[in-house]
């Protein structure tokens, strides 16, 4: 029998979900709910670009979409601007008796250690009480840094340090709030951004070196942060809006987990939006993006990770990635004890039943 599943949110991320709910069979989609009015009562195959008409029709009102009592709900809304009334929508989510996979907010990939207990143990309480689970993920933070490390050093005799790497040319990326008001490109050097204020890049990468270090079974001794920016040395545009000159147009930031005086395990960023800019900085294995998992041990690892897709290119994949592995994981989550969950306590989530051919596949 399938999971009865209610989306939210149709934005990059939730519109690549949403289509995936509608051709996977593993799935039934009994609500949508959206934020935008002018996709209010739109059916969530044109909202999909999927190509077929659902009878499902998009709704404001997320309360009324759980009382079709659905066994998930699967939530991509954006929460770094809006934090607190995210957690009030996975609160009414999992109140309301329905496990949640989400892409957000980023703290609850692993929340002990980030998040107060003030807000962590509610939640937990919540779950254990409806008995439901929680389970955050993404792409970075998410996979590359969760489940990419930790399936490379389960062959390692020894590890002596783990360093995840995203390096992206992000001139392709339509999306203005996160590309401007989160990470701040475009604005004057010095003029920071929400993301670079104090701790904030601890908030936001600290859950997966806080889990990657649970796995491995290290003690932390602290987290370090640092970032660099890079002007625009003449105007520009990109898809999500312009670029001043003197503007930031690329930057670079790494967060460091250390024990022993050791930097251990490593997440570092290296986001342009022109390629030619600070060629002394990571460059990809592709052209355009890539992922790297890099690990000092024995034996060690480089792994490359190129992410490419039919419907369009690096940045895109890379959101396809996020929204099927969040996807993907909702068997795995209907089934699991109550709580909030990390790769570390869900069973090993394979590609069961979305092995397809061209000639089956819903496109």
């Known amino acids: 029998m399938p999971s009865r599943v209610v989306h939210v949110a149709t934005g990059n991320a939730g519109r690549i979900a949403l289509r995936h709910l509608i051709s996977d069979p593993r799935f039934e989609l009994v609500g949508l709910v959206v934020s935008d009015p002018a ?36 939530y991509c809304a954006l929460s770094e601007m809006r934090f607190f009334e995210a957690l009030d929508d996975l609160r009414a989510c999992l109140s309301a008796g329905a496990n949640v996979v989400a892409t957000s907010p980023v703290p609850f990939l692993y929340p002990w250690g980030t998040l107060p207990d003030s807000i962590v143990e509610p939640f937990e309480a ?11 993920t993404g792409v970075d933070p998410g996979w590359v840094n969760d489940l990419l490390p930790m399936a490379i050093a389960s062959t390692c005799q020894y590890v002596e340090q783990v360093r995840c790497s995203e390096i992206a040319d992000y001139a392709s990326y339509d ?19 929400m993301q670079f204020r104090p701790g904030m890049l601890t908030a936001a990468w600290g859950p997966s070196i806080r889990q990657l270090a649970a796995g491995f079974g290290i003690e932390l001794n602290e987290i370090t942060e640092s970032f660099e920016h890079e002007p625009a040395a ?21 967060i460091v987990g250390v024990a022993a005086s050791e930097d251990v395990i490593v997440i570092d960023h290296t986001t342009r939006l022109r390629p030619e800019l600070r060629p002394d900085w990571p460059q990809p294995a592709q052209a355009g993006g890539s992922y790297r998992v890099e690990i000092v041990g024995e034996p060690s690892y480089v792994v490359d990770v190129c992410p490419t897709s039919a419907r369009g290119d690096h940045n895109y994949a890379a959101i396809a990635s996020a929204a099927g592995r969040m996807v993907n994981a909702i068997p ?17 989530i394979t590609a069961n039943g979305v092995f397809s051919t061209a000639r089956d596949r819903v496109n």
């Open 39 to 74: 996709k209010v009562g739109r059916d969530a195959g044109e909202l999909a670009d999927g190509g077929v008409l659902t009878g499902v029709l998009a709704t404001a009102d997320l309360a009324g979409a759980l009382a079709s009592r659905p066994d998930c709900v699967s």
């Open 126 to 136: 919540i779950c254990r009480e409806q008995d439901v689970s929680l389970f955050v």
């Open 175 to 193: 999306g203005a709030p996160v590309l401007f008001d989160v990470m701040g490109f475009g604005r004057q050097v010095g003029d920071l951004a």
């Open 234 to 254: 003449e105007a520009f545009d990109v898809a999500a809006g312009h670029i001043p000159v003197g503007g930031v147009a690329a930057m670079r930031f790494q």
């Open 332 to 348: 795995a989550v209907v089934e699991a004890a109550a709580g909030i969950r990390t790769p570390l306590d869900l069973p090993f």
